[in-house]
């Protein structure tokens, strides 16, 4: 599975926790951040995949699961902590559940918002493996 847990540089103070993310941590020069919040508990997010575009999930508030795919195995990953996150390379089918109220998705991405870079449907994608 071509993902990896990454932890992130984590402050710590009697004040309250620091956590910052430069470029040296990711394997991606990061062209944009967005986030999901107010997510009602039953919503499933993500169901695609991208072409070229890597991106970083971090659970910022709260916890989620993030289900994967390569088109051979599955794995799921439950993102919990602040100063942790989920790289998630090019090629991956991904769909994110399980949501905990208030929880936020916080996404760096190493692209700009563009709809041609994502498969959205399943066997495209499985298509697209062979
Ligand atoms: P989508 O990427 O499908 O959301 P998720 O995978 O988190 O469930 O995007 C949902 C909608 O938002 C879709 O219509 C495209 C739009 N969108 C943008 O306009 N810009 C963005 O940067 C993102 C991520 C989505």
């Known amino acids: 599975m071509n993902i990896a847990l990454i932890q992130i540089p984590k402050i710590e103070d009697t004040r309250g926790n620091l956590s910052v993310i430069e470029n040296d941590i990711l394997p991606f020069e990061f062209k944009r951040v967005y986030y999901l919040y107010d997510i009602p508990s039953?919503?499933?997010?993500?169901?695609?995949?991208?072409?070229?575009?890597k991106e970083f999930l971090i659970a910022l508030s709260g916890s989620f699961d993030v289900i994967l795919n390569n088109g051979?195995?599955?794995?799921?990953?439950?993102?919990?902590?602040?100063?942790?996150?989920?790289?998630?390379?090019?090629?991956?089918?991904?769909?994110?559940?399980n949501f905990s109220s208030g929880s936020v998705c916080l996404v760096i991405a190493s692209a700009v918002y563009e709809e041609s870079d994502y498969i959205r449907d399943f066997n495209a994608f499985l298509r697209s493996k062979k």
């Open 42 to 53: 039953a919503a499933e997010r993500g169901g695609h995949s991208h072409i070229k575009q």
């Open 72 to 97: 051979l195995q599955q794995q799921t990953v439950t993102l919990n902590k602040p100063y942790e996150g989920l790289l998630i390379n090019e090629g991956i089918w991904r769909e994110l559940n």
